[in-house]
């Protein structure tokens, strides 16, 4: 192994590397989202979810992050927990069962989409049985495939 003698030389060296990995190695550069902070009873039309990460632990327990688009192409972060996120996995695992949709889950635990899912959401209250109310946020798919990947990339 040879031994760097100066910043000068490894910077050279970084970049004769960057350039022959080419497309094999993500930039390693962070994309910044802003949280979306979705209020209720408030139909949010034509978001584009491109992928999400379970798990993340926060001062009320677990939680998930959505990464979206909004239709004006503005990268954000919907944060769901408790029930929503139940919800939202369930519909993320109806929409895996479609042939348009599949998941890879990455070694930090982020879950890729195959192809963005193109959404309407609606976050609300609702009342159980007991009378209890309880958060949930409901999705209707509008796109996927093909078609929901040449509109996000148009934004």
Same mark, same amino acid.
């Given at each position: 192994? *040879?031994? &760097?003698? /100066?910043?000068?030389?490894?910077?050279?060296? @970084?970049?004769? &590397?960057?350039?022959?990995?080419?497309?094999?190695?993500?930039?390693?550069?962070?994309?910044?989202?802003?949280? !979306?902070? #979705?209020?209720?009873?408030?139909?949010? +039309?034509?978001?584009?979810?491109? /992928?999400? $990460? +379970?798990?993340?632990?926060? &001062?009320?327990?677990?939680?998930?992050? *959505?990464?979206?688009? +909004? %239709?004006?192409?503005?990268?954000?972060?919907?944060?769901?927990?408790? @029930?929503?996120?139940?919800?939202?996995? $369930? @519909?993320?695992?109806?929409?895996?069962? +479609?042939?348009?949709?599949? !998941?890879?889950t990455s070694e930090n635990g982020?879950?890729?989409?195959?192809? %963005?899912?193109?959404?309407? @959401?609606?976050?609300? &209250?609702?009342?159980?049985? #007991?009378?209890?109310?309880?958060?949930?946020?409901?999705? *209707? !798919?509008?796109?996927?495939?093909?078609?929901?990947?040449?509109?996000?990339?148009?934004?």
């Amino acid at each position: 192994m *040879v031994r &760097q003698t /100066s910043i000068e030389e490894f910077m050279t060296d @970084f970049k004769e &590397q960057e350039a022959k990995d080419g497309d094999n190695a993500g930039t390693g550069e962070y994309e910044e989202r802003t949280t !979306l902070k #979705a209020a209720r009873d408030q139909v949010y +039309s034509g978001y584009y979810i491109e /992928s999400y $990460q +379970s798990g993340i632990k926060g &001062q009320y327990g677990d939680n998930t992050a *959505v990464r979206i688009t +909004s %239709p004006e192409g503005e990268k954000q972060t919907l944060w769901v927990n408790g @029930f929503e996120e139940k919800h939202f996995l $369930q @519909f993320v695992s109806k929409a895996e069962g +479609s042939d348009d949709v599949t !998941l890879t889950t990455s070694e930090n635990g982020n879950t890729e989409l195959s192809t %963005p899912l193109k959404v309407d @959401f609606l976050r609300t &209250q609702q009342e159980s049985e #007991a009378g209890n109310k309880y958060n949930r946020i409901m999705f *209707v !798919l509008k796109a996927s495939g093909e078609e929901a990947e040449m509109e996000l990339s148009s934004l």
